[in-house]
Structure formats: structure tokens, C-alpha cells
């Protein structure tokens, strides 16, 4: 299969290559630069749709075929065992909420959810998860896009390919080496219209792009973010670009604090 | 010719593009470059009273690099030495000037490099009108003296088709550099002995075929040869109207002179007038020729005495398979004019200005972001924010191929473009052979249908012309 993309190759030998799909509910840009054939990127391009794949087979929780979604229907009457790739992402997801004051959960779309819910959500060792309450209910959607970013980045490495931007739906985007000619990758906020260089970092926005959009809420008193503004962020790794941004959007000034200690920030942008 | 260093070559697409401001062409458009675009630190072109840098106006056009258009328009080489041609003149004499032909010359009388010297026309009230636009031209009943006028470099032939051939011929017999409208020939045979007398004439040799430089198509063929919607397996092109394609006649006898494109002596009907130059886009975008043809043609609607067809439907199939249709029927505008040409990424309709992606659309800050890259100028592309989902974006509206409907149709950029080469005396690649087959094709369909048969490309009417079997510029 190729994928819709354009080529174009400069007469120093030079390569770009442009390619879009849609995945994980959104549209993914992908731009390549190096000195690679067409048909190189274009089975690179393979390689990073098929992962993509997997990762949503797995952890997207709007398919009901999705491994998640087996926890989420099961787990609270049975023990599931789950794949080791399910098994990290629960993990590293719990690990967040501890390192966000709570404020990066999971489980905010549970039935009768409160800030202990997460709590109920029990990982063994050999790899099974169990529900304490009924009907909660795991959606890893505000992650997988920074989960996607650092594997499609690990593909790369593998690939030789140093000058990349990956583009998951505008909110989450790993800048890889150099636009030709310059240091990173310049990248505009559509909101502020502030600049930023991405030089191997990711940028995650998290927000309402409209006054009545609610859907990011406080897991700690249930109020929901009102108007039109958003946060940034930008980290080395995507994962955490996912949990800081949601987490930074709803923290107060200990919260923030807190995670200044647990992560690497490099910039914190409101808009 | 062309220049084959990069940097030359942007110098003659810097050029191309400073033509198209000078003649303001995207009036409105540069205006809000100018506002907004110009920084002092860049390079800045002065044209006329205007400042504006190249990139700002590149950017502006969304055209891609210099590159890719010396392989899909090279014939805009014909601006390489504009600024060189400042102080130079042509002298132009129109053949013709009817309808068309004064359309042409309201473009003519703008070009400051011009001095409309003559016209010629055997009907008194065509030359009474071209005089009130140029009051102080010659007027020939007999075009033979125009062209004896020495003082005259290059004619305009905007005469019925079945009167091209034989002006042509005679001008350059007369040492004179021509521009012909479409469709060139009122037989294949007569196009091939055209073409082949501007080869030996060493004159330049333009056609009417100005979708050659229409940006919105010129833009769209970028686009098509950089392979942005895949594979082109399919044209389909129409124009369709629903008007009897009169003129008013002032006296009977004049039916057969005025509304010469109803009658077979004169004209080959909506082929000659209208398929010409939507034949052309779609070999423009293929890269190549059909190998054959076939066509069904008649009069359904318009039963007025007219000897030509008001409903036709043609095929022209190529080596792989791909198909371009060819259809008209003027009674029923509906659908208008288009090209729909279709990749199996998507689809380009270069007349309404706008491309659709089959699933989902590119990002348009991705296709700036690689147009920057080939014209090596880089700025940030504001896209980065909330997360976009597919139920936000409408539905397929499609993308505009350049951010404004320019409302030139390239007519005028191919007169410039003519009174440029005239002056330099340097005839650009593949124009005459674009609008030769443009001619041969609309021909050869007329033949199908009239025969009634499946027709191949007739070698004997195949010309020199390697450039659809490469790409490279340096080719040509
Ligand atoms: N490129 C385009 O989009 C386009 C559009 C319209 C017409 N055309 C072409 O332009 C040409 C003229 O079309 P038109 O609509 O202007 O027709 P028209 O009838 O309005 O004009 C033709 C003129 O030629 C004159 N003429 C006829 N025989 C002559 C001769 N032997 N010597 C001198 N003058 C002579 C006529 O008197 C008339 O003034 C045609 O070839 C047509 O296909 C091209």
C-alpha cells in the first residue's frame, strides 16, 4: 500500500517527503528529510501506519475489538491478562496520576467517578488487571497520541532518519533534528501565534478550542474547563507532554510546583 | 531557453513572476502581500511604483519551486529577460480583429513594450471597432499588405479557422513572427505543413491556447507532476452551455461569415472552438499523447440549419489504460466547464480553482512547509493547538489551488509572454508543440466521430517532441 504523499528531491540530493493518514481519531503528518529514494520513505511510511495500527488495537477504547476494551467490559468481574505492551502503558499511566497530584486519571469516564476511583484499578505482577468497583472505565485516549510520537521516534532512529516532523492532530508534535537551514523545527501556536523551536521535543496542547467545549475535568472536585484557552507544553518525551499538559491545564500553583519536581518542563505556554 | 543552474533559474522565474505584477495580473492579491509580507531585510524587486520581495510573492501564489515549473511550464521561460526588454518594442499587426482579436488587443494596447502598427479585416465594421481602440493604427482590407508593411515584426491571426492556415503560411513566407489563435489548422494536414514552416522559419510561433499560463493551472500541474494525487488514471472534460451559439447577423447574407462556427466549410464546431483547449490540459497533465480516439457526435437540440454538432462525447485512451473524455452538449449548462482530472489520492478541477483529497486532505501548513523547502525560504507555519478531529473539518469542500480565483485566464500572460519572445527572438519550449497537438487532438476526435470509427494517432502526425518522455528541463 503507499500512501497518499508528495516527494521532491532537491538537486543537492537532498529529500523530502510528505505523507498524511488518518489514525487515532485524527489526521498524522508525517514529514522526512534525508537523502532517501521514494520508495525508502514510503515503506517507512508502512512501518509507521502498521505500529499505529497496533497501538490502537490495543489501547483505543471507542473500538469494542480493542484489548482495552475487553478490561473495560471484564475487569471488574474477572481477572484479564493483558498484553506487556497494555500492561506498561497502565502502568506508566497510574505512575502519572501519583506524579500529577492526581491530576492525569484514566478513569474520569467511569460510572460514578471520583478522585479514588484510579485507585481501585489493581495491576499484578504477572500481568492481570482487575477492577475493585464496577463499571469503570479506562480510556487512554489523552495518551496514546505522546505513546504514538515516541514510537513512530523509535522507528525512526531505527530507519536512520535524524530530520523528521511528526504531526498527531496539531496537539501532539515531535520535532526530530533540523528543517533544512535552520536549528529544529519552527512551529506556530494557531492561538497566541507564538513561535517555537522544536529540536528533538515534543509540543502538546491540551484545551477547549471553543467556549462551549467541556470536556477536560478537575478529577480532584469534578468542575469541568470553561473558555476558550489552552496549554502547551514542550517536553523531551511525548508521554509525558500528554499527562503535563492535561495536568498543567487544571493545577494550581502546589500542583504546578509539585510536577516542576517530577518532570522535565522545558516551557510552558498559555494561550 | 532555458538555464540550467539553479540559481539562473530562479532569476528567470523571479522574472516570470515580477511580469505577472507588472502587468497586474493579482492586483488584489499583492496588495495584501504587500501589506503583509515586506521586510526590509529581504531582497525587494521594484516593478512599476511596487516593492515586493520574491518570496512574500511566491508564498503569496503558493507556487513550489522554480524547478518544478521549468519541467511543467517551461514555456514560461518566455519572461527570462524581462527587466533586459524595458526599453525594447514590438510591432504588432492583427489579423483579424473580431471578436477575439480585440480581446487580444486590449491586452496589447496595456503592454508598454507594444506599438499596435496595423490592422487587417475584409469587414469594414471589425476594423471600425479595432479603430476606436487604437485610433492610430493602419487598416488593410488585404492582410497580404499587412504583411508587406516591413515595419512589422509580428502578427496576431484572429481570423475564422478555416482562413488560419493560409495566413499563417503566408506570414511567415513574410519574415513575420505569429501568434495564432486556436484552433491552429482546419485539417491535420494543415497543422503539420504550419508547424513545419515555423521550424524552418526560425520566427516564433504561439498559439491561442492560454490555459498554458493560467496560474490556477499552472499551480494544478505542479501539483499533478509532484505526484500529490497519485496516480492519474482518468480526465473527464466538458463544456457544456445552453445557448444556440449565435451571433446576431445584420443582414442574411452574412450568416455563413459571422456565424462561420456553424457551418462545416468553416468550422469543425465545438472540437475546433471549445475541445481544443481542454484536450491540451489533459496531455498537460498526463505528460503524453492518446494512441487513440473515439467519438459520437450530433444535432439534438439545435435544429436551426447549423451543419455542426451541439452534442458530442469523445474518448481518448492512453498506453496504460488512462482515459480523458471530451464532452459537450449546449442544451444544458448544468455542469458548465471543467477538467476534472482524478489521481487516486484525489482530484483536481483546475477551472473552479479547487483540489479534493479521496479520504483525508493534507494539511495546508504541511504543503506550505514544502514549498518553502524548495524555494529555500523557511518560516514558522502556525498549526500546532487543540487537537484537530475529522467531525470538525466540514465536508469535502476542497481546497482552493491558489488562496484567491485570479480572473485572468492567461490570456494576457500569453500575449506578454508572445511580445517577449518577439524581442528576444527566442521561441520557448513547447509552446508551438502544445498548442499543435491541442490542434491535432480536437482534429483527430472530429475524424472519429465523422468516421465513425476508432482512430490511432496517425504517426505521419506525430512531431519531434521528446519532451512527455521525460521531465527533465534538460531535455528540452
Ligand atoms: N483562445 C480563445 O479562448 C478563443 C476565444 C474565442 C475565439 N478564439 C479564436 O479566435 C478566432 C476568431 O474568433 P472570433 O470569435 O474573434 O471570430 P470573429 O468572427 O468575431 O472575428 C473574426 C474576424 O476575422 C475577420 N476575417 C475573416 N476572414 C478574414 C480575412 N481573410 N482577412 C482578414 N480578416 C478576416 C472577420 O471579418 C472578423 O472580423 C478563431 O480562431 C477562434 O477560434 C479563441
Known amino acids: ?84 505492551e497494555l500492561y506498561q502503558l497502565l502502568q ?104 517555537i523551536i522544536l529540536e528533538n521535543e515534543c509540543l502538546t496542547t491540551s484545551g477547549n478550542n471553543s467556549v462551549q467545549q467541556l470536556h477536560i475535568v478537575n478529577p480532584l472536585n469534578g468542575i469541568f474547563v470553561t473558555g476558550k484557552r489552552s496549554l502547551s507544553v514542550v517536553t523531551t518525551s511525548g508521554i509525558e507532554g500528554e499527562v503535563l499538559s492535561t495536568a498543567l491545564l487544571l493545577a494550581n500553583n502546589f500542583q504546578r510546583q509539585q510536577m516542576a519536581h517530577e518532570f522535565q518542563i522545558k516551557r510552558i505556554i498559555h494561550s | 531557453m532555458i538555464v540550467q543552474t539553479d540559481s539562473a533559474e530562479n532569476i528567470l522565474f523571479a522574472n516570470f513572476f515580477r511580469v505577472l505584477l507588472f502587468f497586474h495580473i493579482f492586483a488584489q492579491t499583492l496588495e495584501e502581500i504587500l501589506n503583509l509580507t515586506c521586510k526590509p531585510e529581504l531582497t525587494h524587486y521594484i516593478i512599476m ?42 510591432r504588432i499587426g492583427i489579423i483579424g480583429p473580431g471578436s477575439r482579436g480585440r480581446f487580444l488587443l486590449s491586452f496589447l494596447l496595456q503592454n508598454p513594450k507594444v506599438d499596435l502598427v496595423a490592422f487587417s479585416d475584409i469587414y469594414q465594421p471589425s476594423l471600425d471597432e479595432a479603430l476606436k481602440m487604437a485610433p492610430h493604427a493602419k487598416t488593410y482590407k488585404d492582410y497580404r499588405k499587412l504583411l508587406e508593411d516591413k515595419s512589422i515584426d509580428a502578427v496576431i491571426v484572429a481570423t475564422p479557422l478555416n482562413t488560419h492556415c493560409k495566413i499563417v503560411l503566408d506570414a511567415f513566407q513574410a519574415g513575420k513572427n505569429v501568434y495564432c489563435e486556436k484552433t491552429i489548422g482546419y485539417d491535420m494536414s494543415q497543422c503539420r505543413s504550419m508547424y513545419n514552416t515555423f521550424l524552418k522559419s526560425g520566427k516564433i510561433f504561439f498559439t491561442g491556447q492560454q490555459r498554458l499560463f493560467d496560474p490556477r493551472y499552472i499551480k494544478a500541474m505542479e501539483m499533478i507532476h509532484q505526484g500529490t494525487f497519485g496516480k492519474v488514471n482518468c480526465i473527464h472534460a466538458f463544456w457544456n452551455r445552453n445557448d444556440n451559439w449565435r451571433r446576431e447577423v445584420p443582414s442574411p447574407n452574412l450568416e455563413r461569415f459571422i456565424n462561420w462556427r456553424l457551418y462545416k466549410a468553416s468550422s469543425k464546431g465545438l472540437m475546433t472552438e471549445l475541445a481544443c483547449h481542454q484536450l491540451q490540459v489533459g496531455t498537460w497533465a498526463l505528460q503524453k499523447l492518446p494512441q487513440k480516439v473515439m467519438g459520437y457526435g450530433a444535432i439534438t437540440f439545435w435544429k436551426d440549419g447549423r451543419e455542426v454538432f451541439d452534442n458530442i462525447n469523445c474518448i481518448y485512451t492512453f498506453d496504460k489504460g488512462e482515459m480523458m473524455t471530451w464532452g459537450s452538449d449546449i442544451s444544458n449548462k448544468f455542469y458548465g466547464l471543467e477538467e476534472q482530472i482524478m489521481g487516486n489520492w484525489g482530484t483536481v478541477e483546475p477551472e473552479r480553482g479547487k483540489y479534493f483529497f479521496e479520504d483525508i486532505d493534507p494539511a495546508p501548513a504541511f504543503l506550505q512547509m514544502i514549498n518553502e523547502w524548495e524555494n529555500k525560504v523557511f518560516g514558522s507555519i502556525p498549526f500546532a493547538g487543540t487537537s484537530w478531529a475529522p467531525e470538525t473539518a466540514d465536508e469535502n469542500h476542497g481546497e482552493y489551488i491558489l488562496g484567491k ?51 490511432s494517432f496517425p504517426d505521419e502526425f506525430k512531431i519531434n517532441y521528446s519532451t512527455y518522455h521525460t521531465k527533465a528541463p534538460s531535455a528540452l
Open chain 2, 49 to 90: 511604483e511596487n516593492k515586493l520581495n520574491r518570496r512574500a510573492f511566491l508564498k503569496g501564489l503558493g507556487i513550489v519551486g522554480a524547478g518544478v515549473l521549468a519541467s511543467t511550464s517551461p514555456w514560461l521561460a518566455a519572461f527570462s529577460e524581462v527587466d533586459h526588454t524595458m526599453k525594447e518594442r514590438c
Open chain 1, 92 to 195: 506508566c499511566c497510574i505512575q502519572s496520576n501519583f506524579k500529577t497530584c492526581g491530576l492525569f486519571d484514566i478513569t474520569t469516564d467511569s460510572k460514578n467517578f471520583s478522585s479514588t476511583t484510579i485507585s481501585q484499578v489493581a495491576l499484578s505482577e504477572d500481568r492481570e488487571i482487575f477492577f475493585g468497583l464496577p463499571d469503570i472505565y479506562l480510556n487512554l485516549s489523552g495518551f496514546l497520541k505522546g505513546y504514538a510520537l515516541e514510537e513512530i521516534h523509535i522507528i525512526l532512529k531505527n530507519a536512520g532518519i535524524h530530520d523528521a516532523l511528526i504531526n498527531m492532530g496539531n496537539s501532539s508534535i515531535l520535532g526530530l533534528g533540523h528543517q533544512i537551514g535552520h536549528t529544529g523545527w519552527s512551529v506556530k501556536l494557531q492561538n497566541s501565534g507564538e513561535e
Open chain 2, 405 to 455: 480565483r485570479p480572473d485572468n485566464d492567461g490570456t494576457s500572460l500569453n500575449v506578454d509572454a508572445f511580445v517577449e519572445s518577439v524581442i528576444t527572438h527566442k521561441q520557448p519550449p513547447r509552446i508551438a508543440e502544445e498548442g499543435y497537438y491541442a490542434a491535432i487532438l480536437c482534429l483527430l476526435g472530429h475524424e472519429a466521430i465523422t468516421r465513425g470509427e476508432i482512430l
Open chain 1, 1 to 84: 500500500m503507499v500512501l497518499p504523499h508528495v516527494f521532491q528531491k532537491s538537486p543537492s540530493g537532498e529529500s523530502l517527503y510528505y505523507t498524511w493518514f488518518s489514525a487515532m481519531h485524527t489526521r498524522v503528518d508525517l514529514i522526512f528529510i534525508s537523502r532517501e529514494a521514494e520508495s525508502f520513505y514510503s515503506n517507512l511510511t508502512n512501518l509507521i501506519h502498521k505500529r499505529i495500527f497496533e497501538i490502537e488495537q490495543i489501547a483505543n477504547c471507542f473500538n469494542p475489538k480493542t484489548e482495552i476494551s475487553e478490561v473495560n467490559r471484564s475487569a471488574a468481574s474477572r481477572k484479564v491478562k493483558i498484553t506487556e
